[in-house]
């Protein structure tokens, strides 16, 4: 699976930007894509997550209520919509994939098996 991340940029706090994600090269009817970010000098961290069946989300404490996960089922396409940015969501977000049923977190990066290579989200203050 090759994912492709998109949608990044700068933006002012308080505004938005919609991130999407495309996957190709596999078909999956299960699993789950999710997203997460890292800024320079931390370590990655789960942002959303979205179940490819069932369309179940999940988000960070962080995101809740500023950001909206989705997907396109029949076109392998995830998007990120996030509102209300604050400079602390500056950072590099990747989008991820992972195949079929585990009984790993969807917040854990462990969780999933292809990784796109990243978009960068920059909020100036």
């Known amino acids: 699976v090759q994912l492709q991340a998109s949608g990044g940029g700068v933006a002012q706090a308080g505004g938005s930007l919609r991130l999407s994600c495309a996957a190709s090269?596999?078909?999956?009817?299960?699993?789950?894509m999710g997203w997460f970010r890292q800024a320079p000098g931390k370590e990655r961290e789960f942002v959303a997550a979205i179940t490819w069946y069932g369309g179940d989300t999940f988000y960070a404490d962080s995101m809740m209520g500023r950001a909206t996960i989705s997907r396109d089922y029949n076109q392998y396409k995830v998007i990120l919509q996030m509102n209300s940015l604050k400079p602390e969501d500056t950072a590099l977000y990747y989008c991820?994939?992972?195949?079929?049923?585990?009984?790993?977190?969807?917040?854990?990066?462990?969780?999933?098996?292809?990784w796109g290579q990243g978009t960068l989200v920059t909020v100036s203050s």
């Open positions: 991820a994939a992972g195949i079929g049923s585990s009984r790993t977190s969807l917040r854990a990066a462990t969780r999933y098996d292809y």
């Open positions: 090269g596999r078909t999956f009817s299960s699993g789950a």
